[in-house]
């Protein structure tokens, strides 16, 4: 019989917060019968402590390396960048399947390490829907800082360091507080607006106090004629939350903007989505990740009003302890399946995913060479 074990390892990405497993799930799956070994970690949110009051045996910090190699090992974001090659099953997001900078360097540890990724992006139920994701978190902490970006600017500001939040009630308070009490008459438009993402983007801009009329909701009819869009330059903040799988024409592009001269209303771009790096990037007006030190990027324009761009790839992490358990109490019924792996479908085609983007990757670095 497969043995039931997880290693939890700790996270290496500064400022991330969140957890894959939470002491709850982590509770449940001891009581199914899996040994659950968790990394001690200082800067997750929730404490060591609250692991080993529900059966967890303590580790050392980034200790998974040593692991016996039959562990497979769960995380949340990318792992050190190196050269070393991976013998061991990892869970986590990649951020390698869709051409990212570097992907193929990072599959190919894999491909020499004889280890694979069950990459937590691709696992999906029959109908192709993620098991678990952080989108509805996402949506609504992105939405967040945008409006803050919007306030600081009005008060001729940049929008300084971002910490986490408490909880999503403290988050809404802090929003309505930088507009003196409430967000009543900003405009926002929110693309993606009925996928995960977009509700939770939508969600926070109602409890901010925009009027509905206000929230422009946009989806798949409304995007389907091609960019770029006129509509989003006369909207105070525009908020991408598409999942983009393949080249599509672009939201908006630096020339519409320069045309739009003191015409432009937009002031903000919050891309959710964080597709800077992807080659398919839908906004070509900005191509860097900016972080909760600095949250924004201004975009240079020879003319109009400022913009800035959004573009943290770990917005959840700015509600730690709520987004983590809604995403781990998802993703729970399929560990509790990884066990049967083999024929488990979700793992199954996780796993074939991952075997055709190796190849892709094999591939790419021979042209290379």
Known sequence: M???VFWFRCETKKLERRSAL????????????FTVYVERDQQ????????????CSLVDNNTWPSASL????????????SDEPLPHSHMYFGHCYKGQAGWSSVLSRFKRGGGILYDLESLTDAT???VAAFGFHAGFAGAAVGALTLAA???????????PYANE??????VRAAFGGSGKGVKALVVGALGRCGRGAVDLLRKIGLDEDDIVKWDVSETAKGGPFEELLHVDIFVNCISLSSAIPPFLTRDQLEAAGAHRRLSVVVDVSCDATNPFNPLPICDVITTFPEPTVLVALSQGPPLSVVSIDHLPSLLPREASEKFSSDLLPTLMEFPRRETARVWTDAK???????AEAVAELAGES
């Open 352 to 358: 074939r995913m991952f075997d055709d983007k190796v």
């Open 169 to 174: 009630a403290a988050m809404v308070a802090n």
């Open 128 to 130: 192709g829907r993620r």
């Open 153 to 163: 600017q009005r008060e001729g500001k940049k929008l300084g360091n971002l910490e």
């Open 22 to 33: 939470t002491p709850s799930t982590a509770g449940q799956l001891i009581k199914d019968g």
């Open 44 to 55: 997750r949110i929730f404490d060591d402590e609250e692991f080993e009051r529900v059966g």
């Open 2 to 4: 497969v043995a039931k």
């Open 70 to 81: 039959d562990i497979p090992i769960i995380g949340l974001k990318e792992l050190v960048t």
